[in-house]
């Protein structure tokens, strides 16, 4: 019994690697949500820069994240960031906390295997709004987790950079999931789906 019941969680990751499972349907917005952001391992992080020559302009930058392992139907939907000061975005950060962050499943297979481009609606991307946080020391050991498990390079990152682990405070959600324009879900309707 216990082998077969290994054999059938071993199918289920696999499936879920390869993008097997499908996306929840277009009316399911908050669960959209949720399952596009724990099958992302990147987001596109936008921050108000604070550099000179571009303070105050839009600057977009890529950052490696993750809500939890990669285990289909699980993660906790919070978007945990691993940081350091020295990086661009992070020193605007200091200076305001506000940013947005999107991810798309047009980098995991879906889309690809579809034929859909990736600004077509149908290949799903979430815009979440709010700020960057430290996370606190009860914290720290989810975030470790959630970031080693799919990026496991992150251990051995410079010890001298100074990194921490940091958490994406959602305060709006906008999903693009289908043609008619975005909808929105607020933070009590994404996190109390259970993906």
């Known amino acids: 019994m216990a082998g077969v019941l290994f054999l059938c969680a071993?199918?289920?990751?696999?499936?879920?690697?390869g993008g097997a499972v499908p996306p929840p349907p277009p009316e399911e917005a908050a669960r959209?949500?949720?399952f596009v952001l724990h099958n992302c391992?990147?987001?596109?992080?936008?921050?108000?820069?604070?550099?000179?020559?571009l303070r105050g302009h839009p600057f977009a930058n890529i950052f490696s994240l993750s809500d939890g392992p990669p285990e289909p139907f699980s993660g906790?939907?919070?978007p945990y960031l691993y940081l350091t000061?020295?990086?661009?975005s992070v020193k605007d950060l200091e200076i305001n906390s506000n940013a947005s962050l999107t991810v798309s499943l047009a980098q995991t297979p879906y889309c690809k295997k579809h034929g859909y481009d990736p600004q077509n609606p149908l290949?799903?991307?979430?815009?979440?709004c709010g700020s960057i946080v430290k996370v606190k020391d009860s914290e720290v050991g989810?975030?470790?987790?959630?970031?080693?498990?799919?990026?496991?390079?992150?251990?051995n990152w410079p010890k001298d950079h100074n990194w921490f682990f940091a958490k994406f405070n959602i305060t709006n959600i906008w999903v693009l999931d289908y043609?008619?324009?975005?909808?929105?879900?607020?933070?009590?309707?994404?996190?109390?789906?259970?993906?």
């Not at 000061?85 to 661009?88: F, H, R």
């Not at 290949?123 to 979440?128: G, L, P, Q, R």
């Not at 929105?184 to 994404?190: A, G, H, L, R, S």
């Open 85 to 88: 000061d020295m990086e661009i």
């Open 142 to 155: 989810l975030a470790k987790k959630a970031l080693f498990s799919r990026h496991p390079e992150m251990e």
């Open 32 to 34: 959209m949500a949720r």
């Open 123 to 128: 290949c799903a991307h979430i815009i979440f």
């Open 41 to 53: 391992d990147w987001g596109a992080l936008a921050t108000l820069s604070a550099q000179e020559g």
């Open 179 to 195: 043609f008619g324009g975005l909808k929105i879900v607020t933070p009590e309707e994404y996190y109390s789906i259970k993906p």
């Open 10 to 17: 071993a199918a289920v990751l696999l499936l879920a690697a």
């Open 76 to 78: 906790s939907g919070v």
